[in-house]
């Protein structure tokens, strides 16, 4: 079968993996290439099953962080609260690896058969699809034909619009979120291998020391316009001005537009995955949000879950109605997971801050440790373990 896929992220370089052996797969990025922004994620859940059935945890483990806890300081850099990352791998079964997301997805990258056709700074312009096939125009001028087109691009999916009347699938959950990397020696050694973040209201900065001895900065505000700047630099300067600590070291060091991820937060909510020999996976179709922590993790199992269905069944109708069938289920919980805790992953006031600080000295007590590292887990699932 000839499969195109848009989108050479996690889930997209995932499924390329997987098809590869079997299936004329090619795959599409409109970035020029490989994208060096992103999060220090923790990956566990079922995509840490996936990447163990890949045998690609030796190079995930290898470019991993070990991290001591999450620590929340105040503006002088005393730590108010946090959270072991011990109790945290205890109650995933030890299943977790943090590292940066442009890293996993290098990992996977290295692992392409040769067969995959890899083309950066390329991208869907047109889709016409058929009951037996699809036609799908790059940016380049070029036109593939294919059996399958799968949307492996992202919450702001091309391959989306151009095929789902999804204008309203977006579910903004009032927040903006951004992250990039900068040198800085004092913040690096103030770090040290701890997750820091600010102890704030309404507003968040976060900080990991990279084995570069670079500093990779996360931040989350809490605003009820979904609208995203035109200047992220200029943006993030402005919102995060009055923290202290060591964020105005990092607001000074903040690059420009082109090297800082800047975005929504939000789920995608669809009613349907796949319209004829089009399907979409990862963000572009189940987006759980930052609040989750999951979307990695998810992406790249979704992936292997719709290969799996590929390769068994008889037909690609039949493949990608299994695949919503089997991994709609597990989604919807992890999303219905980060909307009920929306309100305390930022606190909105001052007495939700000292609920947090609470529950988190709670947190060393074992029983209660594993309930709330089990909460932000969310359920586990065996659909992985039966592939």
């Not at 951004?178 to 040198?183: I, M, P, R």
């Not at 289920?329 to 007495?351: C, D, I, Y």
Request: proline share 6%; with cysteine.
């Amino acid at each position: 079968m000839k499969i195109l896929i848009c989108g050479a992220g996690i889930a997209g370089l995932t499924l390329a993996n997987q098809l590869a052996p079997n299936h004329d797969v090619t795959v599409v990025e409109k970035a020029p290439g490989p994208r060096p922004q992103g999060y220090m994620i923790d990956f566990f859940g079922p995509g840490y099953d996936v990447a163990e059935k890949m045998d690609l945890l030796p190079s995930l483990t290898k470019a991993g962080y070990q991290v001591s806890e999450a620590a929340y300081l105040d503006e002088t850099g005393r730590r108010r609260a946090g959270l072991p990352f011990d109790t945290f791998a205890k109650a995933v079964d030890a299943k977790l690896v943090s590292i940066m997301r442009p890293d996993l997805e290098a990992v996977l990258r290295s692992r392409l058969p040769a067969s995959v056709d890899l083309r950066f700074g390329t991208s869907v312009r047109d889709i016409d699809a058929s009951p037996d096939n699809v036609a799908v125009t790059l940016s380049d001028g070029s036109t593939v034909v294919a059996d399958l087109l799968v949307g492996a691009d992202g919450i702001h999916s091309a391959v989306r619009s151009l095929t789902f009347n999804s204008s309203d699938c977006l579910c903004y959950l009032g927040f903006h979120t951004a992250a990039y990397v900068f040198d800085d020696p004092s913040v690096h050694a103030q770090v040290g291998d701890r997750f820091c973040l600010t102890d704030t209201v309404g507003k968040q900065f976060g900080f990991y020391a990279l084995r570069d001895g670079r500093v990779a900065a996360f931040t989350v505000h809490r605003t009820p316009d979904p609208t995203l700047p035109v200047d992220p630099q200029a943006a993030i300067r402005s919102v995060y001005a009055d923290l202290g600590w060591v964020v105005p070291q990092a607001l000074e060091a903040c690059p420009g537009p082109a090297d800082v991820y800047y975005d929504q937060v939000a789920q995608t909510v669809l009613p349907e995955w796949s319209r004829g020999c089009v399907v979409l996976i990862g963000d572009a179709c189940h987006a759980v949000s930052l609040l989750a922590g999951q979307g990695a993790s998810l992406g790249m199992a979704g992936a292997f879950v719709l290969a799996a269905q590929l390769d068994r069944t008889h037909s690609v109708r039949e493949a990608l109605t299994s695949y919503e069938e089997l991994w709609r289920p597990v989604v919807e919980e992890k999303q219905q997971v980060a909307r009920n805790g929306a309100r305390w992953f930022l606190p909105a006031s001052e007495s939700h801050l000292r609920i947090r600080r609470a529950a988190m000295r709670l947190a060393r007590v074992p029983g209660f440790s594993r309930y709330l590292a089990g909460t932000i887990a969310g359920k586990t699932t065996a659909v992985i373990k039966q592939l």
